[in-house]
């Protein structure tokens, strides 16, 4: 016979009842068709009806008069159906219970026992199903296209994110090498020992400087720089000049060359560091999107293929009636898979490589792995429709469903408790168990979803029960009914749904986590740090109240004020310094993600105003200053200066002249600096010049007045001399303690509580005070470091003049706007020498971001293969239930209100996967993303992580782009029932 296989078949050698067992020729086919003995009403099967599955209803009643398994039911399936009576046909076993092998007839002669695995068999099978077999193409097709896209956009972004970072002309791309105290005679052979140590990085890195100074005496320094090259600015070169540069630091350690001091410096290696850790991050996401597209692309060739199956149950009952094994039909699937696969993998790489760039190109294993998928579901299903064939359908599905999705979720258990205790990245490497959590996580809520809807539909149905009308009870009765199709479509939506929702909420959690890292390292959306003046005094080149002026007049920034911040010693321990007016701390700094309350620190911080108010708009500061001195000891003069500060802590240092110590009493006098606010009068200091060898000297500030309003300022007296030379006299005698609000980290380290005092001391071991603990919070903004405190600026000036030489610089300028990026040009512009820079994430944090486009990729590809499954578990619906269509036509129930019921049941199931989804990708968002996310931000952790969030507005979107697509699935599957309702027949009408 030639069937749709393409081939003669002639069937096994089996036991004849009549003649024996083993008798040779007897019940067997001969290659003409007829039989070999035993059975007199033989008939030759025709050639043409067998290439059509429709043609095989007169084939197999041939068939089922000679073959001696099937005589027992010939009267009750003469009348069947072709269809029906394949189904009932069964393997024709051998006496020893074992399988013949398949004898199968070409064009070319006789072969036994090889048939089912040739090429042609395939291609033959294959044509007669090519519209099915296109749509596991156009599955494969799209898996690779996606999977490529994901990838090669990932590696594009990271190249372009190198180029971006490692481009830069600044300190952060420069590495020094810097040789002290060499001897002139020595500097050539230390140079050309630290070119040999830098010869290391090869052509990755660029010399930009070689210079030989002398330090002074008989010492001079060697100085070496360099930059990344060209080659470089590539993920591999970067990668390579990081692994280099640490061999070289590490080469060159301070006592490297004999008799030198060796120091490196340059922001080079951390930026390094930062980009392998960014694109560490940025990978140990990449694989989530990867994942979700080849599960999808499994679930629709599963089902595309079980779809195959179904169309091929004649097919399939007659080959296995043959002789045909499992495994030869299981080869067929193979073969026929990657015949089918491998063209539509390329075709899908080809254009993900087009879509994403050349970075695409090495994703080639992925499209692989698709067609390497297509061929696993084709052969799977194809041998497990050869084991059930002729056999009663007992399902084990449910059983194993539950049994596996409890595995699952334990797995889920564990890998997410990894993910929470370690975080995905380990080190310099990726946690791949970790990094398995919110793949196993979706897969496990979509599986549980399946679970917990046979319930639901359950109750809906019985709640349907109770109201009248066809529609919905019997559309409701029917969704709980169908639990062997139901499943696959119920899984699909809700792994997609639950896609959508992590993506929204893994999109949300790393933004916030981002912006809040960054809130904290800048302190407030503009940060403008004043240069120091070239003599390396504690002045700046502008006075900080003249720069608050100038980027306060910048467009588009609402409030700007002066800060000062140091490093400090509490103890032994190193902590940070934020000193700003508490008057202006809920207006400018940053609320870092939430986690802190500007509002709240500014009223803890903030007290009465120290020193005297000048009247607004004052000019002149006048002085009556008189000095005493012994007559021998009369000799100098006497320097006066006032220290004013604005109200909010913004300090400036302004000569009032000078007075000759034996003239005993003088006028002096300063010119006020103009400034839109009001200045206070902190204190006078006097300093005696030109007085070797003097004692005894005395200066008191007899009165001082603003434009003529008197001042009441302490009269002294200050004693001079030539070994103390300086004194000053503050504007209030008394000062009040400094408030200051301190981190929690630091609380704990230190034992603090609220109203404890706090001594500090600078780094510079010179200035010291001691502050008073008014609050805690959990993070400073404007500190990368754990312990820190905020104190209030102008107490901070008056306690610190009280006690030292000199006060804590204003060295800041903070603002805030309402486009920090352009308020930063018009900084930079306004202050040329000054560092500027805006609440964003640094770039190896931007590198790791890529991950948010790529989960978004994933999860419209997605969504497109979820449809294709929907649209094969509609067809599949459409198929099995084609004589529910005529027995209801039959009870008289119309076309239109058959398709309104079928339609209303699949939008039930629609609305309750994308709920049930919803509800599991939350779960997996507040279990995995935040952890996830956290380790994908390359900047000091908040000590208080932020809680996940999810992006609302993408979400509804996505979801809602789902759902038109379902809706379109709906309508064509209401159209076709109601097509098929038209023309259905009962059995019996033909």
């Not at 003649?19 to 030759?44: F, I, K, L, Q, V």
């Not at 799209?142 to 372009?160: C, D, M, N, Y």
């Not at 006048?622 to 007559?631: K, R, Y």
């Amino acid at each position: 016979m030639r069937g749709v296989a393409g081939g003669w078949l002639a069937g096994p050698t089996c036991a004849d009842p009549g003649g024996g067992p083993g008798r040779e020729g007897a019940g067997r086919w001969s290659a003409d068709g007829r039989s070999g003995g035993g059975h007199d009403d033989a008939a030759e099967v025709p050639e043409g009806p067998g290439r059509d599955l429709g043609g095989l209803h007169g084939v197999l009643q041939r068939v089922l008069r000679v073959h001696p398994c099937a005589r027992g039911r010939r009267a009750a399936l003469q009348d069947m159906p072709g269809s029906s009576i394949a189904q009932a046909l069964h393997p024709c076993p051998s006496p020893a219970g074992v399988h013949r092998p398949l004898l199968w007839r070409t064009p070319h002669g006789e072969r036994e026992g090889s048939g089912v695995r040739t090429v042609s068999l395939v291609l033959r099978r294959s044509r007669a199903r090519a519209a099915l077999l296109a749509v596991c193409a156009l599955v494969v097709l799209l898996g690779a296209a996606g999977s490529t896209v994901i990838a090669g956009g990932l590696l594009a972004r990271a190249e372009a994110g190198v180029v971006s970072v490692l481009g830069a002309n600044d300190d952060s791309t420069r590495f020094d090498v810097v040789a002290t105290g060499v001897d002139p005679d020595d500097r050539a052979r230390v140079g050309a020992i630290i070119d040999k140590a830098l010869a290391r990085l090869g052509t990755l890195a660029t010399r930009v400087d070689e210079t030989s100074a002398d330090t002074g005496g008989d010492q001079s320094s060697v100085t070496r720089s360099v930059r990344p090259s060209a080659q470089a600015l590539s993920v591999p070169g970067a990668t390579a000049l990081s692994e280099r540069l640490d061999r070289v630091v590490a080469s060159l350690q301070p006592d490297a060359v004999e008799g030198t001091q060796l120091t490196t410096s340059g922001g080079l290696p951390d930026l390094l560091h930062q980009i392998r850790r960014g694109m560490l991050a940025e990978w140990s996401v990449a694989p989530i999107p990867l994942a979700l597209v080849l599960v999808f692309a499994l679930i629709a060739l599963v089902q595309v293929a079980s779809l195959l199956v179904e169309a091929r149950r004649s097919e399939t009952a007659l080959l296995s009636g043959r002789g045909a094994t499992p495994v030869d039909l299981a080869a067929l699937g193979l073969v026929e898979g990657l015949v089918v696969g491998a063209p539509a993998a390329v075709c899908g790489w080809a254009i993900g490589v087009a879509a994403a760039g050349p970075a695409a190109l090495s994703s080639w294993p992925l499209a692989g792995v698709t067609a390497a998928l297509c061929a696993l579901a084709l052969s799977v299903t194809a041998a497990l429709a050869g084991r059930r064939t002729g056999m009663a359908r007992r399902s084990a599905a449910p059983a194993a469903l539950v049994i596996g999705t409890v595995l699952l979720v334990i797995v889920a258990v564990t890998t997410t408790g990894q993910l929470i205790r370690n975080g995905a990245i380990n080190g310099d490497s990726i946690d791949l168990i970790a990094l398995c959590s919110p793949v196993v996580l979706l897969v496990s809520g979509a599986l549980l979803a399946v679970l917990v809807f046979r319930p639901l539909a359950g109750w809906y149905a019985a709640f349907a029960a109770r109201r009248r009308g066809f529609s919905p009870s019997f559309g409701a009765r029917q969704l709980a009914r169908r639990t062997t199709v139901m499943p696959v479509a119920v899984l699909s939506i809700a792994l997609a749904t639950g896609a959508a929702v992590f993506a929204a909420g893994y999109s949300a959690t790393w933004t916030a986590d981002a912006s809040a890292r960054a809130d904290r390292g800048n302190g407030a959306d503009v940060r403008v740090r004043l240069a120091d003046l070239p003599d390396g005094s504690d002045s700046t080149s502008i006075s900080p109240a003249e720069a608050v002026q100038r980027v306060a007049s910048i467009t588009g920034v609402s409030d700007a004020a002066p800060l000062s911040t140091a490093s400090l010693r509490i103890g032994s321990d190193p902590a940070d310094l934020v000193a700003i007016a508490g008057s202006r701390v809920a207006a400018i700094m940053s609320p870092v993600g939430g986690t802190v309350d500007p509002a709240a620190i500014g009223r803890a911080i903030t007290t009465a105003a120290p020193g005297l108010a000048l009247p607004p708009g004052a000019a002149v500061v006048s002085l009556d200053v008189g000095i005493t001195a012994p007559a021998d000891q009369a000799r100098g003069s006497v320097i006066a200066t006032i220290r004013l500060a604005d109200a909010d802590g913004a300090l400036v240092s302004v000569p009032a002249g000078s007075l000759a110590v034996d003239s005993g009493r003088g006028s002096l006098s300063a010119t006020v600096p103009s400034h839109t606010g009001a200045w206070r009068l902190l204190a006078i200091d006097v300093e005696l010049r030109d007085a070797n060898g003097a004692s005894g000297i005395a200066a008191s500030v007899r009165s001082a007045s603003a434009d003529g309003t008197p001042l009441a300022v302490p009269s002294g007296p200050v004693d001079l001399s030539s070994l103390n030379a300086s004194g000053r006299v503050m504007a209030k005698v008394d000062g009040s303690p400094v408030p200051a609000v301190v981190s929690r980290a630091l609380a704990d380290s230190s034992g603090l509580k609220i109203g404890d005092p706090l001594p500090i001391s600078f780094d510079d071991a010179v200035r010291s005070t001691t502050v008073k603990v008014a609050g805690i919070v959990a993070v400073v903004p404007g500190s990368s470091m754990d312990a820190a405190l905020v104190a209030d600026l102008p107490s901070l000036d008056d306690a610190l003049l009280r006690g030292n030489d000199t006060a804590s610089p204003t060295d800041e300028v903070w603002a805030s706007a309402g486009d920090p990026a352009s308020a930063a040009t018009a900084a930079r512009a306004a202050i040329p020498d000054a560092q500027v820079s805006i609440a964003e994430p640094n770039g190896a944090t931007r590198l790791a971001g890529a991950a948010i486009g790529a989960l978004w990729i994933g999860f419209a590809v997605s969504a497109v293969l979820a449809l294709v499954s929907v649209v094969a578990v509609a067809i599949t619906l459409t198929m099995t239930r084609r004589e529910e269509s005529a027995v209801l036509r039959a009870l008289g129930v119309g076309a239109r209100e058959q398709s309104r019921s079928r339609g209303l049941e699949l939008a039930l199931l629609v609305v309750l996967s994308i709920l049930l989804g919803v509800i599991s990708g939350l779960a997996a968002v507040f279990a995995a993303a935040g952890p996830l996310a956290r380790g994908a931000v390359v900047a000091a952790p908040l000590p208080v992580p932020l809680a996940p969030d999810v992006d609302a507005l993408a979400l509804t979107a996505a979801v809602l782009g789902l759902a038109v697509g379902l809706g379109v699935v709906v309508s064509g599957y209401t159209l076709a029932v109601r097509s098929g309702a038209t023309t259905a027949l009962v059995r019996g009408e033909r």
